[in-house]
């Protein structure tokens, strides 16, 4: 199993430009589905998710099936159900895999597709839906037990070709969900309100999509973040570009706060080290709350900051298995239950050998490495090649000793 191999303490400077957007093109892929042609796509980033969705919309384009094996490797998978169920009337797909971050149900998708007039029957290997011949797709007025970022994608998607009007309270508002929708708006649907709590969608009856305009993905917010955070704990001077700052107001704002030096423009962000920050608490929340994909790389940078910070976790209830690993490297990290954290510094890192539990805590790992005394190994480098283009490529060319050991 590959790994990362950094070297730390090593002052970074220059230029990255950021990737597009993993979880915005996930789901435009998947709306591919809607089309008559399969529709062009741009800025996708060449990274592990995305060369798995696309494997697996290659299947069903050719056999009208889901892969189950490829399908069990990430969550976003799901994301081809709601399109497929509009498509051909009925869809099988396997309990949908991912990180290890929680339980992760589905029951909004369900409830929703049940509403639309999907039969779901449940087995050990998955879910079978099917859309019963004397019924068709129909619209629904629909409220979200909680906002999902998927959940709501995906009833978006399936209620493209429905009969009649959909409405989605309780929406996700990720900007993800309004690229999509611009993407679907381009090409012939009738999407209003992504972005939004409240969403309706003018369903066509079942015509599929004509491919007018392409989707070019944004850039990727998580990524802006990260480097936002990386910059700010070990850059000299580290300029992040093809950026969008207005989509991370919150967490630009919590490292405002710490005392970090950021300079913002329209698509760019300039961040310099510090070698003091405040202690901040934060809040994961729904969009634009504190993104919850940010939690573990900020948990890094807090260990910098001089006194006590409080990290909540209140989207995901598995969302700490990073802080053992902090905690070896020389952090002081106590965790009081599964959804907070509080991180007593400033305490100085060392290098240590480390597993990436997910895509996220991953790269929060690398981050924590470059600050590091002495060498860290970062090993299960495919769950980070799940989220990022090239990564050590792209950090060595801004000054990080990092490699890739197999
Ligand atoms: C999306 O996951 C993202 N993934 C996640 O990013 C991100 O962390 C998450 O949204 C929250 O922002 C993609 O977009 C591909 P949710 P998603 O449904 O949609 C509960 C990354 O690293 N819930 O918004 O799966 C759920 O358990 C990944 O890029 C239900 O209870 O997340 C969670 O507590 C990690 N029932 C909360 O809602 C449901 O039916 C939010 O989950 C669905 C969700």
Redesign the pocket.
């Known amino acids: 199993m590959a790994s990362f191999i950094v070297e730390g303490n090593n002052l970074l400077r220059g230029t990255i430009e950021v990737s597009g957007s ?2 915005a093109a ?1 789901s435009a892929l998947a709306a591919g589905i809607l089309f008559k042609t399969f529709p062009e796509y741009f800025r996708v980033p060449d990274i592990e998710d995305i060369r798995r969705m696309r494997e697996l919309i290659d299947v069903f384009l050719e056999h009208k099936t889901i892969n189950t094996e490829i399908a069990k490797r990430f ?2 998978s799901i994301l081809l159900a709601g399109p497929i169920l509009a498509r051909l009337g009925a869809v099988s797909f396997p309990h949908p895999g991912g ?1 290890l ?9 369900l409830e929703g597709w049940r509403m639309m007039g999907a039969y779901i029957s449940e087995d050990k290997d998955g879910y079978h839906l099917e859309i019963s011949k004397q019924t068709s797709l129909r619209g629904i007025d629909y409220t979200f037990r ?6 709501t994608e995906s009833l978006m998607m399936t209620a493209v070709l429905a009969h009649g009007i959909t409405t989605l309270h309780n929406s ?1 508002c ?1 900007p ?1 969900i309004k690229s999509l929708a611009d993407f679907l708006n381009a090409n012939g649907a009738v999407v209003c309100g992504a972005g939004t709590p409240d969403i309706v969608v003018k369903g066509n009856g079942g015509a599929l999509l004509d491919f007018h305009k392409p989707f070019v993905s944004p850039p990727d917010r ?1 990524e802006t973040g990260s480097l936002a955070i990386l910059g700010s704990l070990a850059a000299d001077e580290l300029r992040i570009t093809q950026c969008n700052p207005a989509e991370l107001e919150a967490p630009l704002q919590a490292l405002n706060n710490a005392g970090a030096s950021i300079e913002v423009g329209d698509n760019w962000i300039i961040v310099k080290k510090s070698d003091c920050f405040f202690p901040v608490d934060i809040e994961t929340r729904e969009y634009p709350g504190f ?3 940010l939690q573990a790389p900020f948990m890094v940078f807090l260990t910098q900051a001089g006194g006590t910070s409080i990290v909540r976790e209140n ?2 209830e598995g969302r700490m298995t990073h802080v053992p690993s902090l905690n070896a490297m020389g952090a002081r990290i106590s965790l009081k239950g599964n959804h907070r954290a509080v991180i007593e510094g400033k305490t100085p890192l060392v290098g240590c050998a480390m597993e990436s539990p ?3 805590a991953g790269l929060a790992f690398i981050i924590a490495a470059s600050i590091a005394n002495g060498t860290s190994r970062i090993g299960n480098a495919y769950q980070i090649d799940r ?1 990022y283009v090239a990564l050590d490529k792209r950090l060595s060319e801004i000054g990080m000793h990092i490699f890739r050991a197999d």
């Open positions: 993993k979880n996930l969550r976003a990180c971050i929680g339980a992760r149900p589905i029951d909004v998708f909680v906002k999902s970022v998927t959940g996700a990720e993800e998580i993104p919850t994909d989207i995901f997910d895509i996220r989220g």
